[in-house]
């Protein structure tokens, strides 16, 4: 797929470098417009001044890590033009030995993630909840955010089906709060020392590494099946959420329940939501799998993309609130396992700001990989709860950066740099690169005035909410209440629409099916059974196996309409029309559906049968039949003459390559639109021209039509199964 960057409609204009190496000294290419760096804080955490570009690739020489210039890095010096190459050669030994050490360990888990800049602006509602400053009315404090797939390799795809990462760091003045969150609200495990086994289970098979990025495989489902906890999760990424269309188009949630403390004192137990402007949408499956290998790097380029055309994706951060009980429950939902969600018609979302993201990092490298997130960045305000899970998450992130990151000093790398002032008493270790002053980093001490000192409360301290700690017996064990695996599960299942439902049905079908072992086969079915009756005997039919019967009659008849994504309409600013045109297509009816495109806040992309510009005008084209395919369009705009009516009289063959690209586009349910021979190519491929979702027409009819449907995402009527 070729990169749209140069000439995506409403881009900022970019100055690309000349292709020829430069004979004169010149100031290296600037970021573009849609890119900027953590901000420029010491590592203590004060404004450094610096003009942006000073700490490197400053100047207009090249030159080694110590600042020397350099007259060759093109050939290794040599005894002779025919070598052998010479030890001294201190260029050599700096190059290659800074190359060899250039990657460092991925994540263990979250290893492929995309990130951009934001801002976070409070309403102001949250105050009576929590003292946070950045919460207070009118606050705007700046954030870093990382998307993220679990299981697989850094290098691996985005679309895969798997639970989504959504990490923000907030800058504030208080110091650093990270909400370290998923796209889906519970979790697989209730128990922080189970995790190693889930991520054992989920990563690639040990003996031969495969698959890569999958839950469709052996020891997965062999877990799963087995530590009957991790069901209520793995619903929730078999059905659609598993599969974003977007990062841009998730929810987020903080999954625990955490404690946020007033001016007053007061404790209020919440769970943190983020709710998407763009709305809460998906791939469909088979689309999800050519999008992986055409395009891998799809919502890292979805992400960027929309935010360099200005296009800024935004999300009200939220709260459910809850009583601070002493039984730590709501509703029957016990609130300190993280394997249940509290439905929204029990405890409805309370806005507290809106974050939008603005800016793409100017180098992944030091911002999206060396970001470290950790639970434990808490500020006044905001605490934690009991929750076993979250209480081991709070060691782990920690000691995670240590080996990731080389040292426990990677606070001072600058994206991960508090702008709040820092004074610790930390010192030295791998990549110390603080200016420290004072000859006394201990308390108590005198030589140093007694320097720093302690804060209280009322100078803005972090105090841990004194919440009493039950007396009893040192156990392994779990509360009662936590050994209901299903109810759930059952909740979120029959919440959904009968198409989402039947998403849910393939996805276990499919992921099952890729099992070896018939025994690891039956035993989910036997969870299935627990879950759902209908559900548990079709996937038993796509599995060709018989449906058991359940252990445990599910015995509530509750729903939560909230956890379906099917039928809200939805903004469509961002969403993605590609124009079909070819040798006979009207450029002056091309331009003008591009310009209402654009108008409605959409991206159009010119599709020709080859590169360069759109026939009779110079409109460069940025898809061409050999590298657009359906699935990076949310629509089609058919504006062809191709076929046996031509508009132009003159008979131009149907490309095949536009056959598939209708069908597919039809078969994902999305709108299709056009004049011309649109009925021609539709027949061609395969399509009732009467469908719901087709619409034909002028350019200004045919441009609203298609951004009416597009608020619904797709056309659900044309799945088999009605919404
Ligand atoms: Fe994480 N998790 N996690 N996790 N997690 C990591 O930290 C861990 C859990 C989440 O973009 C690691 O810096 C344990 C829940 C996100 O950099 C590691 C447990 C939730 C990210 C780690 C959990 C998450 C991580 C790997 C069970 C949703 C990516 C690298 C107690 C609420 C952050 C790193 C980024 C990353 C441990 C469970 C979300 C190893 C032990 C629940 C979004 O520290």
């Known amino acids: 797929m070729t990169n749209p960057k140069e000439n995506i409609p ?21 970021p573009k417009p849609d890119q900027h760096g953590p901000e420029l804080v010491s590592p ?19 030159t080694t890590a110590q600042g020397g210039r350099l007259a060759d890095t093109n050939h290794s010096l040599k005894a002779g033009r025919r070598g052998p190459t010479l030890l001294q050669d201190h260029h050599l ?19 492929r993630g995309a990130g951009a800049h934001g801002v976070f602006e409070s309403y102001g509602t949250g105050t009576g909840l929590s003292k946070a400053g950045f919460l207070a009315a009118g606050v705007e404090t700046p954030v870093f955010v990382r998307f993220s797939t679990v299981v697989g390799s850094r290098g691996s795809a985005d679309a895969v089906r798997d639970t989504r990462g959504f990490a923000v760091k907030f800058y504030t003045d208080e110091g650093t709060f990270d909400l370290v969150g998923n796209n ?52 929730w990424f078999m059905a659609d959420r598993g599969i974003p269309r977007s990062f841009r188009m998730m929810e987020g949630f903080g999954v625990h329940t955490f404690r946020l403390i007033n001016e007053e004192g007061k404790s209020t137990l919440v769970k943190f939501h983020w709710k998407p402007a763009q709305g809460v949408h998906s791939l469909v499956w088979e689309e999800a799998q050519i999008v992986n290998g055409m395009d891998p790097d799809f ?31 709501f509703e029957g939902i016990d609130l300190l396992d993280p394997t249940k969600f509290v439905p929204e018609e029990l405890a409805p979302v309370q806005m507290l700001g809106r974050m939008t993201l603005n800016a793409n990092p100017k180098n992944y490298f030091a911002e999206v990989e060396q970001v470290a997130f950790h639970p434990g960045h808490l500020v006044p305000g905001i605490d934690v709860t009991n929750d076993p899970l979250l209480q081991g998450r709070l060691f782990s992130y920690l000691d995670t950066q240590i080996s990731r990151l080389g040292g426990p000093n990677f606070g001072q790398l600058p994206i991960n740099r508090p702008h709040a002032p820092v004074n610790d008493m930390l010192r030295d270790g791998m990549h110390q690169s603080a200016d420290y002053i004072g000859v006394a980093p201990y308390k108590p001490n005198s030589l140093d005035g007694g320097c720093p000192f302690h804060a209280g409360a009322d100078a803005g301290a972090f105090i841990d909410f004194p919440q009493p700690v039950e007396s009893a017996a040192k156990v392994r064990a779990n509360p009662a209440s936590f050994s209901d695996h299903y109810s759930q599960a059952t909740l979120f299942y029959r919440s959904l629409s009968a198409t989402e439902q039947a998403h849910v049905v393939e996805a276990y079908t499919f992921e099952l099916g890729k099992c070896y072992e018939q025994v690891i086969r039956e035993r989910q079915l036997a969870a299935l059974a627990n879950i759902d009756a209908g559900l548990c005997s079709e996937v038993a039919t796509g599995l060709g196996l018989s449906a058991p019967e359940p252990e445990q009659e599910p015995t509530s008849e509750a729903t ?11 903004p469509v600013a961002g969403r993605v029309i590609g124009i079909v045109t070819d040798a006979g297509s009207d450029p002056q009816r091309v331009l003008e559906a591009r310009d209402a495109i654009a108008a409605a806040g959409m ?19 940025q898809r061409t039949y050999a590298s657009a395919r359906s699935v990076e369009f949310d629509a089609l705009l058919l504006a062809t003459s191709a076929g046996a009516g031509s508009e132009t009289g003159q008979h131009i063959p149907i490309d095949e390559r536009v056959k598939v690209m209708v069908a597919e586009a039809f078969r994902h349910a999305k709108a299709i639109g056009g004049w011309g021979s649109t009925q021609d190519v539709l027949k061609a491929a395969g399509v009732d021209v009467d469908a719901e979702g087709i619409v034909q027409g002028n350019p200004d009819e045919v441009v609203p039509a298609l951004a009416t449907l597009l608020e619904r995402h797709r056309i659900w009527q044309r799945f088999a199964t009605q919404a």
Not at 201 to 228: N, Y
């Open 44 to 62: 203590t955490g004060t404004p450094t001044g610096e003009p942006e570009g000073s700490r490197a690739q400053a100047g207009d020489y090249l």
């Open 560 to 570: 939560s309409p909230a956890v379906s994504q099917i039928g809200g309409t939805w």
């Open 10 to 30: 409403g881009a900022p204009s970019v100055q690309t470098p000349k292709l020829e190496e430069p004979t004169e000294p010149r100031k290296p290419v600037p």
């Open 603 to 621: 991206l159009a992309l010119l599709v020709a049968p080859v590169g360069g510009t759109l026939q009779g005008t110079s409109e460069p084209v």
């Open 93 to 111: 030994r700096e190059k290659i030995t800074h190359f060899d050490h250039e990657r460092i360990p991925e994540r263990v888990v979250h290893a």
């Open 299 to 329: 919502h890292r380029r979805d992400l960027a993309d929309a935010i360099e055309s200005g296009n800024y994706p935004s999300w009200e951060l939220g709260v459910q609130v809850f009583p601070d009980t002493d039984d730590e429950m």
């Open 184 to 235: 889906i609200p519970v979790f697989f495990i209730q128990d922080a020392i189970k995790f190693p086994d889930v991520v054992h289970a989920a990563k690639p098979h040990p003996d031969r590494e495969i698959p890569q990025a999958q839950s469709a495989h052996d020891t997965f489902w062999d877990f799963v099946s087995l530590h009957t906890e991790a069901q209520a999760h793995t619903i």
